[in-house]
């Protein structure tokens, strides 16, 4: 029996439903060798989905959103997708004014977005609430 992709649909035979990565930093010309290590073995476990966790990251630059495109570009050509959850307000809007949220999925935990941004993405289908996890 395998087990449901959060989708609800079983995984394709050699890959992984979910990978989950959770950035503590900025994500700047310092870190981002580093960030491509890290991405490049999350790709190798060939992920439905890859989930990059901004909730912690206070600041990315244009080599930070680059190794996200470029993960994003790797993740599709593998038949994956890769999302972004919860950027701050300054991530999101570095990642605006390069045009990157026109190709990179955003997860927005409701808490975390104001309720007039949530309203106006919503309202778009750009933007996909974090639902809680059910209690074991």
């Known amino acids: 029996m395998s087990t449901p992709t959060p989708a609800g649909r079983p995984p394709r035979p050699g890959r992984v439903p979910l990978v ?21 073995e999350a790709l ?9 966790d901004l909730a912690g990251c206070a600041l990315i630059d244009a080599s930070g959103v680059d190794v996200l495109m470029e993960t994003h570009r790797h ?5 994956g997708r890769l ?3 919860a950027p701050s307000p300054a991530v999101h ?8 949220t ?3 999925d955003i997860i927005w935990p409701q ?3 104001p309720a007039e941004e949530w309203s106006a993405a919503a309202g778009t289908g750009a933007v996909a609430a974090a639902q809680p996890e059910p209690a074991l």
Do not use: K, M
């Not at 990565?21 to 991405?39: F, N, S, W, Y």
């Open 44 to 52: 190798a476990l060939r992920p439905e989905h890859l989930v990059v």
């Open 75 to 79: 993740a599709v050509r593998d038949g």
């Open 83 to 85: 999302s972004l959850r």
């Open 102 to 104: 026109s190709a990179l």
């Open 111 to 113: 808490s975390t977005l």
């Open 93 to 100: 809007r570095n990642l605006q004014l390069t045009r990157a």
């Open 20 to 40: 989950e990565i959770v950035i503590t930093e900025p994500l700047d010309a310092r870190v981002v060798p580093r960030l491509r290590g890290l991405l490049g």
